[in-house]
């Protein structure tokens, strides 16, 4: 009796594709509900390594960010407490 050949339509490389290279944010959850974020190589790196990575991004944020007013309110009033 013989075997069937096996029929190859490319699934196992679909279930052993890496997460996709678009330089987005990747990030790692850990057991105690925790999240981190990833590196390239995909290792945990700390924020400020994250932000030494991206800096060029980082600062094309900035120069678009828009400046925050803060102001003292005049008053406040909670209509729900009564």
Known sequence: MGVPARRDDGEDA?????????????????????????GPDGWPVSLDE??????????????????VIDVEPISVRDSEIR
């Open 14 to 38: 679909r279930k052993l594709r890496l997460a996709p290279d678009d330089d987005g944010p990747r990030y790692l959850q850990h057991a105690d509900g925790t999240w981190s974020m990833v």
């Open 50 to 67: 994250y932000a030494e990575l991206h800096a060029d991004a980082m600062s094309a944020i900035a120069a678009v960010a828009v400046e």
